[in-house]
């Protein structure tokens, strides 16, 4: 069965140190997402991809974050100087066709920063 | 701005018990989605609907557009059951899914 795969499982990162999650969606959806997941809270969106730009993005979505595509298999999510508070599980996700069709989720990254 | 709220946020109950947990969202979606997470903090969808009812084994989901609500129903629960369960919502005009908070369920044997 088709899946979601992300790599790392776990990243440790000093504080400022820039840090890029990659996740390979399921090869004929056509929408990415990136979601996030602080500790004991509810999973919160960052911003979705399609036709290799962001279509939508959340207020915590800020210059810090950027997202990219850059061999037609991989998605990535770069933070570019990571906070204390950036310590999350980031998710990836993938749909055939965005709006109401069912989204796939990988297993998961988790990024803690200290 | 759609709020998705769940209950209970936990959950524990002996082997064999039927098991009911409900979501409620404040705006028209276009689609609402359950979702199981793991431990180990991997999310697996278990159903997407937008109307009616879905059964999948021993998992049943259904919805009710007019209410705004929609439950997730476990029959003859089991300890592999246990995790957390959580409902998104999915909302016209953007991929986006908003999240509940998600209820942790614990099947004790």
């Known amino acids: 069965e088709p899946e979601v795969t992300q790599t790392p499982s776990h990243q440790v990162t000093q504080m400022g140190q820039e840090v890029i999650l990659r996740c390979v969606p399921i090869?004929?959806?056509?929408?990415f997402y990136w979601y996030r997941q602080i500790l004991g809270q509810k999973v919160e969106f960052l911003v979705s991809?399609?036709?290799?730009?962001?279509?939508?993005k959340s207020e915590i979505f800020d210059d810090q974050f950027s997202v990219e595509r850059p061999d037609g298999s991989n998605f990535t999510l770069k933070i570019r100087s990571t906070k204390l508070e950036d310590s999350a599980m980031y998710f990836c996700?993938?749909?055939?066709f965005g709006v109401g069709t069912e989204a796939f989720f990988g297993q998961g990254t988790r990024l803690t920063v200290v | 701005k759609n709020e998705v709220e769940q209950s209970p946020q936990n959950l524990t109950a002996q082997e064999g018990e039927f098991i009911t947990i409900n979501c409620s969202y404040s705006?028209?979606?276009?689609?609402l989605h359950w979702l199981q997470q793991h431990p180990g903090g991997g999310i697996v969808s278990l159903f997407m609907?937008?109307?009616g009812k879905k059964k999948h084994g021993r998992l049943i989901a259904t919805i009710n557009i007019q209410e705004k609500h929609s439950s997730l129903h476990i029959t003859a629960s089991h300890p592999r059951d246990s995790a957390v369960y959580i409902c998104?919502?999915?909302?016209?005009?953007?991929?986006?899914?908003?999240f509940g908070t998600g209820t942790r369920l614990t099947i004790i044997p």
């Open positions: 705006v028209g979606i276009s689609a």
């Open positions: 998104a919502a999915s909302n016209f005009g953007n991929e986006k899914l908003t």
């Open positions: 991809f399609y036709n290799n730009e962001i279509s939508e």
């Open positions: 609907l937008s109307s």
């Open positions: 090869s004929n959806h056509l929408y």
């Open positions: 996700a993938s749909s055939f």
